[in-house]
């Protein structure tokens, strides 16, 4: 975040004001460490939902990979009139199918 403000200083002036200057990476980990996790998340889902956006997440076991949870999440998502973007792994029959089975 720190690198972030410092890259688009002037760009963020233009609608912040910035008294002391751009926080420091301790005020970001102070700022972040008092946030309940579960807040972010529902503003990020928020936002997702005003923009169109869907966007799941399986977590898979440890000594797994991404191609265990990928067939699960065309199940977990409205997906009818989406576009759906995937990466090589995903890109195989089964899953293919369930995508256009719901309509993406």
Do not use: Y
């Not at 690198?3 to 002036?13: Q, T």
């Not at 998340?41 to 076991?61: C, M, P, W, Y």
């Not at 000594?63 to 009818?80: G, H, M």
Request: hydrophobic content about 40%; glycine content about 6%.
């Amino acid at each position: 975040m720190e690198v972030f403000g410092k890259a688009k200083k002037e760009w963020l002036k233009t609608f912040l004001r910035l008294p002391g200057g751009l926080p420091s990476h301790d005020t970001f980990n102070r700022v972040f460490s008092a946030l309940e996790p579960e807040e972010p998340e529902k503003s990020f889902i928020a936002r997702t939902q005003e923009n169109h956006i869907a966007l799941g997440e399986i977590k898979v076991d440890e000594k797994s990979n991404e191609i265990t949870a990928i067939p699960r999440l065309p199940d977990l998502l409205v997906l009818k009139g989406c576009i759906v973007t995937i990466d090589a792994m995903g890109c195989q029959r089964d899953i293919a199918a369930k995508i256009v089975d719901k309509e993406a």
